[in-house]
T-cell receptor, first 111, second 114 residues
Framework: QKEVEQNSGPLSVPEGAIASLNCTYSDRGSQSFFWYRQYSGKSPELIMSIYSNGDKEDGRFTAQLNKASQYVSLLIRDSQPSDSATYLCAVSGGNTDKLIFGTGTRLQVFP | EPEVTQTPSHQVTQMGQEVILRCVPISNHLYFYWYRQILGQKVEFLVSFYNNEISEKSEIFDDQFSVERPDGSNFTLKIRSTKLEDSAMYFC????????????FGSGTRLTVV
C-alpha cells in the first residue's frame, strides 16, 4: 500500500514566522510531489510542485525534496493569518496516473 | 484563470437513490479524475479517465459507480444506489498532461445521503 504520511497538527505559528510542514512517502518510484492548500469546506488548491532533489522557491513558499530519505517539506516564510489552512502533501509516479494524498497538516497562524 | 466547474454544490439524496454529479473540466485538458473526501479524512482517488475510457480506478470505485463524458465538455460521476457511507465531498479534477504536473480541482459537490 503506497502511503503518504503527514503530522495532522495543528501547527501554530505567530504571524511573520516561518512555518515548516513535512511529509514522507513510501513509494520510491514516486516522481512528482505536490503541496496543496485546502481551506475548510473548499477544494484543494495547488501551491507548489517539485520533481528533483533540492529546493524550489516561489514567493514566500519553498518546497524541499529529498528522494533518498523519501521526504518532502514546505516552508512558508512571513506566515500570514490568511495562510491558516490544511496543507496536503500529494505524490504521484511510477506506473500510475493518480495522486496519493496525505491526511494534511492544519496550520494556524495567529496575529 | 481557467476553472473546473462542478454542479450541484450540495446534493441531498435518500439512500438507494441514484445521483449524478457533473463536472466541466478545463477546455483543453485531456485527463479527468474524480476524488472524494469523507469529512475529516484524506482526499481519496476514485477514477481517472483519458481518451474516452477509464485508465485507472480504485477499489472504492465498484459497480455502483460509473463515469461518462457524454459530450465534449461534461464529465459525470454516477452513483447508482447510494449508501450512507457515500456521503462525502466529491471533487472533479482535470489536467493537460496527466498527474505528473498536478491537477486543477473543481470546487466540489457535497453529497449527503440520508
Amino acid at each position: 500500500q503506497k502511503e503518504v504520511e503527514q503530522n495532522s497538527g495543528p501547527l501554530s505559528v505567530p504571524e511573520g514566522a516561518i512555518a515548516s510542514l513535512n511529509c514522507t512517502y513510501s513509494d520510491r518510484g514516486s516522481q512528482s510531489f505536490f503541496w496543496y492548500r485546502q481551506y475548510s469546506g473548499k477544494s484543494p488548491e495547488l501551491i507548489m510542485s517539485i520533481y528533483s532533489n533540492g529546493d524550489k522557491e516561489d514567493g514566500r513558499f519553498t518546497a524541499q525534496l529529498n528522494k533518498a530519505s523519501q521526504y518532502v517539506s514546505l516552508l512558508i516564510r512571513d506566515s500570514q493569518p490568511s495562510d491558516s489552512a490544511t496543507y496536503l502533501c500529494a505524490v504521484s509516479g511510477g506506473n500510475t496516473d493518480k495522486l496519493i494524498f496525505g491526511t494534511g497538516t492544519r496550520l494556524q497562524v495567529f496575529p | 484563470e481557467p476553472e473546473v466547474t462542478q454542479t450541484p454544490s450540495h446534493q441531498v439524496t435518500q439512500m438507494g437513490q441514484e445521483v449524478i454529479l457533473r463536472c466541466v473540466p478545463i477546455s483543453n485538458h485531456l485527463y479527468f479524475y474524480w476524488y472524494r473526501q469523507i469529512l475529516g479524512q484524506k482526499v481519496e482517488f476514485l477514477v481517472s479517465f483519458y481518451n474516452n475510457e477509464i485508465s485507472e480506478k480504485s477499489e472504492i470505485f465498484d459497480d455502483q459507480f460509473s463515469v461518462e463524458r457524454p459530450d465534449g465538455s461534461n464529465f459525470t460521476l454516477k452513483i447508482r444506489s447510494t449508501k450512507l457511507e457515500d456521503s462525502a465531498m466529491y471533487f472533479c479534477a482535470s489536467s493537460g498532461q496527466g498527474a505528473y504536473y498536478g491537477y486543477t480541482f473543481g470546487s466540489g459537490t457535497r453529497l449527503t445521503v440520508v
